[in-house]
């Protein structure tokens, strides 16, 4: 029965999840706008987008945990009872949330078991518990061993145990969230493995990932959300991985704004051969090398979820790297703490605004001097000087066009847009020589995203220098000198901008070197 | 060494246990709730509570019984205050326990003078209280059946399950169908039960009923179970430790060099020392003091 | 300044605390038979009407302020400090300590010394668990509370020491010198207890506010309580911001302690009267952790305290009615809480 199944999706007949016009918002978040999504029993059904493309929040619709606004969902042929709310699990869904759902504290059984425990008269029937399973485990060739604790296992394993757990409540349909992006080349060969194993025993699989080379290795058929709406469902074998790259990224590649302007060669920052692994020995970076020149915006751009974020910490001092050094004007920073960088004439906006740039609950201007509470203009000893930083935000909240230009009001009040504004206002106005951006423009309006862009260029044109981390390819392309591609926490190829295009890029984010 | 062998004596062992029932009681009944997910610093509250109408309704009714019902009654309804406003109105988990020990100061005395007008304390005739049978009261090994029960409970049966799974990782038990806010409902409102039993106890064993007489009795319940790593065995060992501490440190006062305080100070010391890791950990559950609620976004 | 329409909104779930509890009062007075009007009144009178009832308002608020102060500051940084007691009791004891045993001639110094110590003993005190939730993540919660028992033990040993002691069964020390008694405030009525910490407490609210909004240490503070993780990211110590607003919370608790022995008590008596530093758990939440607040609220607290002890005196409704009515403000603040500031964020917290 075990066939290479590439390409040869099982005809497109039964239908086993209609999801229709599903809409769904979380204030002002528009997560899904009338989305509709039809997947065919017995294929793997791919669904792909950046991150805030509104994946998880459609999968987490199908399965019940979130209640969607609008639109209506049918699992093989019974209308689900969307408004009165359901669970996945009665209709023969189950799900395999990206950050698993186990009990870390529990064995591997209570975890397969929960909620569904066979039992005598109140009491758990472990016997029984372990045949079923142990059955199981035998027909899918999945072995975990049953009575250890979830926290002893590798991720690999507790993927494991979440499959398990969904084949345990005889699920056909199984939804998995980005099942390899924590996982090992050989646990994810390992996974696909499994996957074809299901396939063929005529379960169906719904895949979100955003990398495109795991989608047009396992799937059949490939859907692609941007910004909460569906832009195409496509068969495997009509579609080509690049072509799928800028369906998620957006289409608009423009030219490149900047006029030619001479960057000095004169380094700003440098790694060399930095690399950094989790506490749980995962390799996040791995001998990152490159330097950020004076005058320059260097671009790092790479599929979501390559090592982008640990590059930023790493650059800004949050985390230490394994091995590695980091110099900032020929000086050694590598040990330096983010206050003393900061100091020296780093500045930076996080990839996280909500969590990372901003706090919520404080002011306008008490946000413009948040990182900025030390600085002989703005602080002396012990005081605050008042004047000087009520100046500088109506500077700033009028330089920008931050709306409201109010600087006691409440952070949170403002749109994403404005809370962003107030982040790049306080950091450039520090005049850095160097400016670390991380995703600087995600989620933010046209308007918004160009104030953003040109401030970045005037202050590279200005002599500065800037290292910008994006998802987003046009962004990238728009505003870089040179251009770095990352791919599983390496740096795979610099490229000059003249020599990027969007073809090369695409094909070296997703690992493909020439 | 001679001070050692006339002080371990049966009428220590007597008194261990003398001592550890109020805290058996009260630290199972934190199990309950601290395992469900929900702080419970009002244990101390609960138990005066306990105490209070355990003995003001066998003061009335002659029946000992009655007060013990009675006991268990308001200390479940205080439970069930607790986990309506944490559980239904979301406060803060620890504030709401304060505020549950300061009113169980403040209401027991001041119903006390209400009932037994104007009086602050007032004793149980020895028909009020519960007989001996053997050595102790019947409400000593109620106490232990209900730990041991509780741990049975906990790790053989699917209500157990399922309440350590609430308390651990809300998410995942909801993922599949488990009402979690249902669970740690109940889980509180049988914190309640067990503390007001616990507070019954003391007016039982002695007598009488006065103001604060738990005496810090629930915190230092509060500490068995964090000492006994939120487990019932775990905190019936450690109550039964901390009761032998105190009967010590009664039995050698004015006897040795040894100071009482130095035995007094154990229990809080140990758990401090726990639950900084120091040795033998203590890891509170994972979810403990966090709100659940079902839709959350995830960005 | 802040917006009057913001003030408003930010003193309406007090405003609706008190209105409840004030009810629930009522109705109890009301089913014990007796007249609300009246219990009012004399409430009232034995907390306002006089300059004697007034001093004792002020008196009962002194040391509420500064607890209260201790439990704001934490929660300004994000920490729950319910170790005021245990704080203060190690402050009350410092104080007496030097209060008997230092002989300084000078008065002002002696008071001087007696403060800072006592104040220096209330920070060791918080300071250790916040040292233990900063680096080692140990709730600070169960740790103030276990300190509070640490406290109350070890200086119950202490006062038992035959180098403490005041020959008697009482375990209580001598009476301080007179050079280490805190001025009593006589001028406002002749046999008052009220004393010139009064000014201390105040002018620790005011050094708090201003160590708050206007320095950079401050801000430090309130981002660490607002969101950890963008100070991080801010440059901000969170630990060392989390161990020092412990620490100037454990101070002030100290203080108050101090002030209780060297302004009323004149010695250390265990166990120490209880109830200040849970009482400032109440006067920081109904002031939302405004140090002016704190001080508003202490006094309302005050207030209670004095007209309960003339409504016990006078009528059959026992003192207790005040702790009942606090509890009910703090219930029902806690679950205020809840619809306002403790909303649910959308926030995603990144593993380490």
Redesign the interface.
Known sequence: MVSSRKGKSQGEGEIAVRMDAISKR??E?V?NDGINLTVYRGEVHALVGE??AGK??LM?IL?G???PDAGTITVDDMRLPVERGF?G??YGLG?I??HF??????TVL??II????P?RG???DLRAAVRKVEDIMQRYGIEVPLDRRVEELSVGEEQRVEIL?ALYRNSRIIIMDEPTAVLTPQEIKKLFETIRMLVDSSHTIIFITHKLEEVMEIADRVTVLRRGRVVRTRRIDEVDPEELAIMMVGKKIEAPRRSKHAVSMESLLSLHDVSLRSSRDIVLLSSIDFEVRKGEIFGICGVEGNGQ?ELFDVA?G?QKPSSGRILFRGKDITHL???KR?ALGIAYI?P?R?????????SVK?NM???R??EPGL?GT???K?DAITNLTQRLLKTFGINPPLP?AEIGTLSGGNQQKVIVARELSREPSLLIASQPARGLDIMATRLIHDSLVKHAEAGGGVLLISADLSEIVELSDRIGVMYKGRILSILERKEADEEKLGLLMLGFAQ | MNDVTTVISISLLLATVRKAVPLIFASTGGFFSERSGVINIGLEGMMLFGAFSGAIVAFFTHNAWLGVLGAAFIGGLIGSLHAFVTIGLRANQIISGVAINLLGTGATIFLCQVFIHGERSFSLGQGDRLPSLGPFIPLTYIAFILAIGAAIFSY????G??L??VG??P????????KVNRIRFMGVVASGICAGLGGAYLPMFSGSFAKNMTAGQGFIALAALIFGKWNPIGALGASLLFGFADALQETLQGRAHLPAQALQVVPYVVTMVALAGVIGRSIPP?AIGKHYE??Q??? | M??TQKLLERLLAPALALAFAMVIATVIVALLGEDPFHIASVMLSGSLGSLRSLANTLEEATPLILTGLCVAIGMQSGLFNIGGEGQLVVGAFIAAWLGVKVPVSNAGLHVALCLVAAGIGGAIWAGIAGILRAKLGAHEVINTIMLNYVAFISTNYLVNLPYFKKPGQIPQTFDVAPSAEIPRLTFVYNYTRLNAGLFVAIGAALLIWIVLS????G??I??VG??P?????????VVRSMILAMSIGGFLAGVAGAERVLGVHKHFVSPFPFGYGFGGIAVALLARNNPFGVVVTAIFFGALASGGAQVDMVTSIPRELVTVIQAIIILFIACEYLFS?YRP??????DE
């Open positions: 979380f204030g978040i997560a991150n805030g998880t929040t987490n399965y945990l979130v209640k669970l699990t009665d799900m949330h990206q759902m186990l009990v870390k504290r529990f209570e975890n929960l909620g569904f425990e039992s109140g009491f758990l757990k974020d800004i949050l703490s983010t206050a900061r996080p996280d909500v969590t990372m740039g901003i706090v919520a609950g404080m008490e001097l948040l990182g509470q030390r602080s012990f005081f605050l008042e006691d | 053989y049966t699917v209500g399950l399922r350590r799974a651990e990782h998410r995942a038990a909801d993922t599949q169908g488990i994972g079902r839709e976004p995830e960005i | 802040m917006p206007k320095t950079s240490f801000f430090e309130r981002c607002h969101n993780v963008a100070s991080r990211v801010g440059a901000i110590s500031r964020r959308m926030r995603v917290l990144k």
